[in-house]
């Protein structure tokens, strides 16, 4: 599958009651063979309408979080969520629609094919790192899955919600910018 027909198939997808609502497809954006894929939970209201991924509140936390690491979207990272279409009123999505769409993202990962994969969130890390992940107790922790290491952060809504966790939030921004230096190093070159 090349990055083309998936994009295309995804643009076309009705797998799930999301499709009604969404006004833009968000699939994914930054460097499309990046060795560090950022994945959130789905589009809010200002990506939906931009049809790109982490462009509001959060997104531009997002960006601070990433340049304190030394990643950015336009040079070394891939962005995208685990469902492509906005839930209404920002919702979580439920869990048929994140199996309904997973398997873009499985896709996107064997195109990007990241030696790092973070999860920014719960919803995420859940359906990534693990079903019982509890985000507050493993946060900043590394995991092994099929040769890719996996680290979850707060996802910034919940930094821009809780002030609190931005410390240790930050701490977690140093292992991560230690385990790219561990396993990719010129990515940070
Ligand atoms: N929150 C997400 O999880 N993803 C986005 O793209 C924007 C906000
Ligand atoms: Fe398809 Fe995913 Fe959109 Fe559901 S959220 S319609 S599965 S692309």
New binding site residues.
């Given amino acids: 599958m090349t990055w083309e027909e998936l994009n295309f198939l995804c643009l076309n997808c009705t797998k799930c009651q999301l499709r009604k609502g969404r006004h833009n497809l968000?699939f994914g954006a930054g460097v499309r063979d990046a060795d560090v894929m950022l994945v959130?939970?789905?589009?809010?209201e200002?990506?939906d309408r931009e049809g790109?991924?982490?462009?509001?509140r959060?997104?531009q936390l997002?960006d601070v979080m990433l340049e304190i690491v030394g990643l950015s979207r336009d040079k070394n990272c891939y962005?995208?969520?685990?469902v492509k279409c906005r839930p209404p009123e920002n919702r979580d999505p439920t869990d048929e629609e994140q199996q309904a769409c997973i398997d873009w993202l499985r896709q996107q990962i064997e195109l990007v094919k990241p030696k790092i994969i973070v999860c920014?969130?719960r919803?995420?890390a859940r359906e990534l790192i693990g079903k019982e992940f509890k985000i507050s107790v493993s946060h900043g922790g590394i995991f092994d899955r099929n040769d890719i290491k996996y680290m979850a952060l707060y996802?910034?809504?919940a930094l821009l919600r809780d002030e609190s966790k931005r410390p240790e939030t930050f701490l977690d921004l140093k292992k991560l910018h230690r385990l790219i230096l561990d396993v990719c190093p010129w990515v940070l070159q």
């Fill in positions: 968000v959130g939970e789905g589009p809010g200002t990506e790109v991924p982490f462009v509001g959060a997104g997002l962005i995208t969520n685990i920014l969130g919803i995420a996802h910034p809504s």
